[in-house]
Structures are given as structure tokens and as C-alpha cells.
């Protein structure tokens, strides 16, 4: 046990060390976000089909402008695998002593860590623009667990597709295929409610969508009924992707 956390916190200790020496590239990740909550929330602002519950359409849309960049960053985490793949580098790792459990869980989480270092700058920007948060320091602890356990989840998804694909170029295709209904069909912008009947039955088994509610309940409503539900739904989803990716985890190497 105490071998698999340790493996677990070297991936994420890594992971933040990237972070650290390569901060150009984090700051192109968060470019769409903030022209998301800059320029789209205000200009929409205006349109009063949409219901909010009261809330500016801004602050609405904040919690899932910041879900959406960091499950992108989290489903095209596997194109570290397939180059990996390329370069040897996975195959010498599958024979060591480790895990295949501890491998995928440790991969998956370190893009929690990616996605922790975009909130911590999409955050600040959305208050600077008069986005209203809960002024409550547990409610954003919580909001960054969530976050980070989520994109843990998403990355592991993108673990799973590069069991399958041998090619960077077919893994960016089906990345992007995945990214947006993801996104769309969930309330990431409006409530599913607006949605096509079809829709709502996708939204209701789309992981981002519990995601997005429970961050926005954290920061920006404080309505916590369905927390206990998105906290479910996001469980179950964690577990169920860590499964499959660890038993295709070999297929990589193939």
C-alpha cells in the first residue's frame, strides 16, 4: 500500500515539476477560457431566453468554462502516453516492479495537478471582471478536489482511447470528437432543461455535466441539493475508467 501511494505522489510531484519549468504552455491553455468569460459571458449577458436562476450570465458560465479547459487538457493527456509508446519509454516502465493500477491512478491524477494550476489562474481573472464567488475558503477547497479528481478521471478516459490508438494524429481526432458533445450537451452554458428531450437523456450519463453542477454550486450558487448526486455520478465515473484503462493498460505497448 505504501509502495502504491509513493508511486501515486512521484507521478504528481513530476507532474508539478512540468508545471513548474514549462509555464508557456500553461498559459496558452487558459487564453480560451478567459475569452470565454471575457468577451462570450458579458456579450450573451444580454439575451433573456436563457434561464440562470437570477445569477449573471457570467458567473454562471464561469464554473463550466473552467471545467471545459481542464477536461481538454485532461483527454489530450494521452497523447503523453502515445508518445511514450514511440519512444520506448512506457515499455521500460511497464516492467518495472510498479503496479498497473498505481501507473494509471498516478498518470491519471497528475493531470489534476494541470488542471489545479489553470483554476488557480482562470480564477482570479473571472474576479477581476466582477464574476461573484462564494467568499467561503472550504467550498473552494472542496470545488478544487472535485476539479482535480475529475480531470483525473477525464485523463484516464484519455488513458483508455491510447490503449487503442497508435497514432498522435488519430488520437487528436478523437479527442476533439469527444471534447465538445461533452461540453455542449451539458450546462456547462445553459441549463439542460433548454435542451432537446434526446439531449437530456445524453446530458444525464455526461460526467462533465455533474462536474460542472457541483463546481458551480460550490462557488457560485450555494445550492447544494444535487451535490450529493454530482459527487456520486463523478465516483462512479473515477472508478469505472480507472478500471478499464488499468486492464488495457498493456494494450499500449502493443
Given at each position: ?199 437530456q437523456r445524453f446530458a444525464t450519463f455526461n460526467p462533465l455535466h455533474y462536474t460542472v453542477d457541483a463546481v458551480r454550486s460550490l ?17 462512479i465515473f473515477d472508478v469505472a475508467v480507472f478500471s478499464l484503462a488499468t486492464a488495457s ?6
Amino acid at each position: 500500500m505504501l509502495d502504491f501511494l509513493r508511486h501515486i505522489f512521484v507521478m504528481l510531484e513530476l507532474e508539478l515539476r512540468r508545471v513548474k519549468h514549462d509555464r508557456l504552455e500553461l498559459y496558452t491553455r487558459v487564453v480560451q477560457p478567459i475569452l470565454w468569460i471575457t468577451v462570450f459571458g458579458p456579450a450573451m449577458s444580454g439575451v433573456r431566453g436563457i434561464p440562470t436562476g437570477g445569477i449573471p450570465y457570467t458567473d454562471y458560465i464561469t464554473p463550466g468554462v473552467l471545467i471545459q479547459s481542464t477536461t481538454f487538457t485532461s483527454i489530450f493527456f494521452g497523447l503523453i502516453m502515445v508518445w511514450e509508446r514511440e519512444t520506448g519509454i512506457l515499455k521500460r516502465l511497464y516492467v518495472t516492479p510498479t503496479s498497473r493500477y498505481a501507473t494509471v491512478i498516478g498518470r491519471s491524477l497528475s493531470a489534476g495537478v494541470r488542471a489545479i494550476a489553470q483554476a488557480l489562474i482562470i480564477i482570479p481573472v473571472a474576479l477581476l471582471i466582477g464574476v461573484k464567488f462564494i467568499s467561503n475558503v472550504l467550498y473552494l477547497i472542496s470545488a478544487f478536489l472535485i476539479i482535480f479528481f475529475a480531470s483525473g478521471g477525464f485523463a484516464s478516459l484519455s488513458i483508455l482511447i491510447a490503449s487503442f490508438v497508435k497514432t498522435r494524429e488519430r488520437f487528436m481526432g478523437i479527442g476533439g470528437a469527444l471534447t465538445f458533445p461533452l461540453f455542449f450537451v451539458s450546462n456547462a452554458l445553459y441549463p439542460v432543461k433548454m435542451m432537446p428531450p434526446i439531449l437530456q437523456r445524453f446530458a444525464t450519463f455526461n460526467p462533465l455535466h455533474y462536474t460542472v453542477d457541483a463546481v458551480r454550486s460550490l462557488l457560485i450558487t450555494g445550492e447544494f441539493s444535487n451535490l450529493p448526486i454530482d459527487v456520486a455520478a463523478i465516483i462512479i465515473f473515477d472508478v469505472a475508467v480507472f478500471s478499464l484503462a488499468t486492464a488495457s493498460f498493456g494494450k499500449i505497448i502493443e
